[in-house]
């Protein structure tokens, strides 16, 4: 059973950093593409970030130069660095990995942004 463990969310004050931390385990981690997405109250759940096993990314336009993800496949570990956070970055955020047609999710970790 493929397990994704998010961890690094918190709450932050406007313009702060957090970053976000997703374990994996079970899974063929070097060949997923792994991502960041995010859900709201009352929203459905957006792509924030994506990385795939060549390195490519891709960024939502809402994050972009103030988000970067990164990955390191001897840990099995995908990142999420947040910088200049603002009040609509709050959500909960989700890992999530991407082999051979499944999708796979963790639990979540909130990120609240409030001064």
């Known amino acids: 059973q493929v397990q994704l463990v998010e961890s690094g969310g918190g709450l932050v004050q406007p313009g702060g950093s957090l970053r976000l931390s997703c374990a994996a385990s079970?899974?063929?981690?070097?060949?997923?593409?792994m991502g960041w997405y995010r859900q709201a109250p009352g929203n459905e759940r957006e792509l924030v970030a994506t990385?795939?096993?060549?390195?490519?990314?891709d960024y939502a336009d809402s994050v972009k130069g103030r988000f970067t993800i990164s990955r390191d496949n001897a840990k099995k570990m995908v990142y999420l660095q947040m910088n200049s956070l603002k009040p609509e970055d709050t959500a909960v955020y989700y890992c999530n990995a991407k082999l051979w047609g499944v999708d796979y999710w963790g639990q979540g970790t909130q990120v609240t942004v409030s001064s």
């Open positions: 990385i795939t096993s060549g390195g490519t990314l």
């Open positions: 079970r899974l063929f981690f070097s060949a997923s593409t």
